[in-house]
């Protein structure tokens, strides 16, 4: 594994990426990597991914995971939860990266609209810019909308807003009205 000591979760990523890719499962950066590259700048340990994986193939790639010599806690979500089921990996230096399946509202095109950046020599899937919005819209806690606007505010030119509109719509009314709140500012 690449990581060696504590505060190196992102290395671990990469780690979790190689089996991904091995085990032919989409995936794609979220949370405060993808801030980074969105323009949000804040500390911090975690390193985060949605997966496109269907919940009865969890198991199977838990222990693929094992396998590859990480430690493995997996969380199925309620009928409430918004997230279906959430796979943690950890190593022996403490370092966390979680794995989220089955995030309602997200499309499965959110997949293709991820981007490759180039990280530690290797590249990494990251969330596009919005579906990183209306994700954050979606977690709507004041860290979540303040990420959020401060994304909106560097996207310039980038940013589709049809796109986000819709999608942001798909996460519900709160979301959708946070958005409209956002846009309205100078």
């Known amino acids: 594994m690449r990581a060696q000591r504590p505060g190196e979760s992102a290395l671990l ?7 991904l890719n091995s085990a032919g499962v989409s995936y794609a950066v979220i949370r405060a990597m993808a801030a980074s590259v969105h323009g949000v700048v804040r500390a911090s340990v975690d390193a985060d991914a949605v ?3 269907p919940v009865n193939r969890l198991r199977e790639v838990e222990r693929e995971f094992r396998g590859a010599g990480f ?5 199925m979500g309620d009928d409430e939860d918004p997230i ?4 943690a ?16 509202g997200l499309e499965p ?12 020599g290797e590249r990494l899937r990251v969330i596009g810019l919005e579906d990183f919005v209306a994700m954050k819209l979606f977690a ?7 990420d959020a ?6 996207a310039g030119s980038k940013l589709d807003l049809d796109l986000l509109r819709r999608l942001t719509t798909q996460y519900g009314p709160q979301a959708a009205e946070t958005l409209a709140k956002l846009l309205e500012r100078p």
């Open 89 to 104: 990996l950890t190593d022996t230096a403490g370092n966390r990266v979680d794995l989220l399946v089955g995030l309602r």
């Open 84 to 87: 279906a089921a959430v796979l």
């Open 71 to 75: 430690r493995t806690e997996l969380r």
């Open 51 to 53: 997966v496109a994986l």
């Open 149 to 154: 606007s401060f994304a909106l505010a560097n």
């Open 109 to 120: 095109a959110a997949f293709s609209r991820a981007f490759d950046v180039p990280f530690q």
């Open 140 to 146: 709507h806690g004041p860290q979540d909308v303040e």
């Open 13 to 19: 990523l990469l780690d979790a990426v190689d089996v």
